[in-house]
């Protein structure tokens, strides 16, 4: 089914202590496209770049099948550029540039011909931005899945809860779900947050894996042991991306294939964080996946004993 | 089959953001043989006590089937105190007060009964006390499990490595595991542990479950979401009985076993953190218990879809 996806399209400059990058190219929208390109033949991107931004890249997203009509260049203005530096404890990250340049002023403009999207993912942005275009849209779509952060729980919570009443999905990691419910029990603070509108909750946490809130169902997935972790940057774009790509490509919203949705999602950032950036993710094989989703039922399958 | 624990038997006061108790029954060997007692007829429980420990909790245990034959008293010497306060993070506790007294010279006595035991359970203690009961022991057993602390790391590394390189199953939380080996990965830890001597590691990670490395093989555990932890108290100890609990149980210590005794030591501790100490523990039905492992699988149980 058809799958649109709004979300930042950047530049990154990122540094680990396995080493680090020059200006490359990052961004929600980037990570999360790129990742469902693996499950969805066409996926529509919206997003705003400047005038630097290289045409090679572009080239680079539709090679990947990415529909890149959605993305506007605003000439004599330049590309989104964040700069971070992660500890040895990769938990923990400085902030060193966020220059918001296009991505300021981002009106988003709907092509027609995503009119009739089926499948709508509104990565981390303004709140009002992510509204806006689910007001664009002629027709709600089956599924909104929405991914959001701590900072516009800090600096408006008004427009953010607005937002978040329109969705089906909220994708937001345990931080933030304690923050936002303001209970520091994560069964509860699910409990309160699908009182806000979503119908189903994802929280992330980071190496510990993803849990799925959906009614009074839950559902936990480990995150793969990974030997070595290079960059987590937009490994949590690339779990949206997995997600709502495997949810489009099977158009079955149920509890049990949600499931598999957070386990798909959870296999492409596994990819994700073992390189810089979208290396992995823009070399993968679909083998590759499947024998990740393997693994990850083998990590956690255990037979019941006879009664 | 036969089951010997070595632990402390002890008082704890303990105070969380859920109220605050007395001094209550507590002690690695407590939590570690009424868990075990779900699963193994006459576990067997080598400690000691001072001259102020009450004959009513001797009672209590001995009604769980537990041997106190191996638990020596000390006239006109106190029983081992520990008094902690959680915050309302319950990762975060300070210690309020330990008063070592009996466990001060604690020199562990194995009865003549307990000379064939098949399955040994040393629970955090002194490594050169734990290492005497193996010392003590005839006949090696089939399994020896083994838990110790970040204390003995810091200020017995020598005396705690001697100890780990005679047993089968190290049983640590994920910061031990990144200090004992000196690396922030956790994979990596698990491996160079595996190489001081244990065949099998189970790196206890609280809320976020608990990993068993063995051979190249791991396995994930989460954690059963609970939305109101009143104690984590005792927990680790719990797990720790359950686990080998099942394992002596079943006399079957294959990869495939011992997953399920991770399931079953994790279902154990879920019940010791829903109340204050061993108050939920000394009053389980063997019915809930396996309704827990049921719980535990559908929460990470996904079907794999087809090709």
Redesign the interface.
């Known amino acids: 089914m058809s799958l649109t996806i709004v979300g930042s399209v950047a530049f990154d400059a990122i540094e680990t202590p396995y080493g680090k990058t020059g200006k490359i190219i990052g961004g929600a929208g980037t990570y999360t496209a790129l990742a469902s390109s693996y499950f969805v033949d066409n996926p529509q991107l919206i997003s705003v770049i400047g005038e630097d931004f290289p045409e090679e890249y572009l080239a680079m997203l539709r090679k990947h099948g990415i529909c890149t009509d959605g993305i506007q260049r605003i000439d004599g203005k330049k590309t989104f550029f964040w700069s971070g530096r992660y500890h040895?404890?990769m938990n923990i990250r400085d902030t060193l540039a966020t220059e918001l340049n296009v991505l300021g002023e981002f009106d988003p403009v709907v092509p027609n011909d995503y009119q009739n999207t089926e499948y709508l993912m509104l990565g981390n942005l303004l709140p009002s931005v992510q509204r806006t275009v689910i007001e664009r849209l002629h027709k709600r779509p089956k599924l909104i899945v929405m991914d959001t952060m701590n900072f516009w729980m800090n600096t408006m919570l008004d427009e953010l809860l607005k937002t978040i009443r329109l969705v089906d999905v909220l994708v937001i990691n345990d931080e933030e779900a304690k923050q936002l419910s303001g209970t520091?029990?994560?069964?509860?603070a699910a409990k309160m947050v699908l009182r806000m509108g979503p119908k189903h909750l994802i929280i992330k946490?980071g190496?510990?894996?993803a849990?799925l809130f959906s009614g009074g169902n839950?559902?936990?997935?480990?995150a793969l042991?990974?030997?070595?972790?290079f960059d987590p940057t937009g490994a949590g774009d690339t779990f949206a991306g997995g997600f709502i790509g495997w949810l489009a490509k099977?158009d079955d919203i149920s509890f049990?294939n949600m499931?598999?949705a957070?386990?798909f999602g959870s296999a492409m950032a596994s990819f994700t964080v073992e390189k810089f950036g979208t290396e992995h993710l823009q070399y993968l094989e679909k083998s590759e996946i499947?024998k990740r989703?393997?693994n990850f039922?083998e990590?956690?399958?255990?037979?019941?004993?006879p009664?």
């Not at 520091?184 to 509860?188: C, M, N, R």
């Not at 839950?218 to 480990?222: D, E, K, L, N």
């Open positions: 040895e404890d520091k029990s994560l069964v509860k946490k190496e510990h894996g849990m839950i559902f936990y997935s480990p042991p990974i030997e070595d972790v099977t049990e499931k598999r957070v386990v499947r989703v393997i039922s990590l956690v399958t255990f037979k019941m004993p009664k």
